[in-house]
């Protein structure tokens, strides 16, 4: 008796699912029109025409604009070369006058060579090692000088070193 329940109960289900599935009887959908519009070859032809003079006027239109951004784009990155040569020129001048401006004058004894780019000099009663450019016009004059020998040179500190720019 129970598997006669159970089977009836799921045909009532099953058909209670399927019927909610249906077709929507009230709201029915609109028919389609299904009157075809005869189109002539010669309009055909026509629109094929059009359409190939619209695809060539926008290919023609890109690639003016394409050329006119290649345009532009190569004297913008010909203005920025010649600002950036400029700049760099400018910072070089900047960066001679600071050294320039920095320098503080000094006048000591000299010691003697410490190694091939660095003399010591006593100013003031104070012994200190000076860096100089061993390519430079400078090394070669202090190599000429003799222990005792007084200097006046032009100096700048570059962090924790003492750079001598000039030798008088």
């Given at each position: 008796?129970?598997?006669?329940?159970?089977?009836?109960?799921?045909?009532?289900?099953?058909?209670?699912?399927?019927?909610?599935?249906?077709?929507d009887?009230?709201?029915?959908?609109?028919?389609?029109?299904?009157?075809?519009?005869?189109?002539?070859p010669?309009?055909?032809?026509?629109?094929?025409?059009?359409?190939?003079?619209?695809?060539?006027?926008?290919?023609?239109?890109?690639?003016?604009?394409?050329?006119?951004?290649?345009?532009?784009?190569?004297?913008?990155?010909?203005?920025?070369?010649?600002?950036?040569?400029?700049?760099?020129?400018?910072?070089?001048?900047?960066?001679?006058?600071?050294?320039?401006?920095?320098?503080?004058?000094?006048?000591?004894?000299?010691?003697g060579?410490?190694?091939?780019?660095?003399?010591?000099?006593?100013?003031?009663?104070?012994?200190?090692?000076?860096?100089?450019?061993?390519?430079?016009?400078?090394?070669?004059?202090?190599?000429?000088?003799?222990?005792?020998?007084?200097?006046?040179?032009?100096?700048?500190?570059?962090?924790?070193?003492?750079?001598?720019?000039?030798?008088?």
């Amino acid at each position: 008796m129970n598997k006669v329940t159970g089977f009836m109960g799921a045909a009532l289900l099953a058909g209670g699912i399927l019927a909610g599935c249906s077709a929507d009887s009230e709201n029915p959908a609109p028919e389609e029109n299904t009157t075809d519009e005869a189109v002539t070859p010669a309009e055909t032809d026509q629109a094929a025409e059009d359409t190939s003079k619209a695809t060539e006027n926008a290919s023609e239109d890109i690639q003016k604009k394409a050329s006119d951004t290649v345009d532009t784009v190569e004297e913008e990155a010909a203005d920025l070369g010649a600002a950036v040569e400029e700049g760099s020129s400018n910072v070089q001048e900047s960066v001679d006058n600071v050294i320039e401006a920095d320098g503080q004058e000094a006048t000591g004894t000299f010691n003697g060579l410490v190694d091939p780019h660095t003399v010591e000099i006593e100013v003031d009663g104070v012994p200190a090692s000076y860096q100089v450019d061993p390519e430079g016009d400078i090394m070669p004059r202090f190599e000429q000088l003799t222990a005792g020998d007084s200097v006046t040179f032009v100096f700048v500190e570059n962090g924790e070193q003492l750079v001598i720019k000039e030798l008088k």
